[in-house]
């Protein structure tokens, strides 16, 4: 999980820890892509406005969607924007899901199980 957002990403790590997951989470998209190198997920959450130009979350997702390991990682972007030009730049980068914050948990959480019943780990043994 990657948020710029200290508060919002801490709320998120919160919300899935007590919904069972296991989270890593970072501020920048370039610790993301650190911690895709140590070990792939079973998914990855994104806010898409991050950085000083506010596209570090379309970047990040780019960058995942052009390495063969991470094929079929399923990404998760989140956005306080809510234009439909910003959510439609995401599902073209890579997004699987498109969420505006702020999210409706439940609608959010169904969504993770959905998408990670759905795929399997990258790299992992079919």
Excluded: W, Y
Excluded at 21 to 34: E, K, L
Excluded at 85 to 98: E, W
């Amino acid at each position: 999980m990657v948020d710029d957002d200290p508060a919002g990403l801490e709320l998120l790590r919160i919300l899935l820890e007590a919904d069972g997951h296991t989270v890593r989470a970072c501020a920048t998209a370039a610790g993301a892509v650190d911690l895709l190198n140590d070990a792939v997920p079973r998914v990855l959450v994104t806010d898409l406005m991050m950085g000083a130009d506010r596209q570090g979350g379309f970047r990040l997702i780019d960058q995942v969607r052009r390495r063969p390991e991470l094929d079929g990682l399923p990404v998760v972007a989140l956005t306080g924007v809510t234009s439909a030009r910003d959510l439609g730049r995401a599902r073209a980068a890579g997004a699987d899901v498109c969420m505006t914050k702020p999210i409706d948990v439940p609608e959010f959480l169904r969504a993770l199980r959905e998408i990670t019943a759905s795929t399997r780990s990258p790299g992992a043994p079919d």
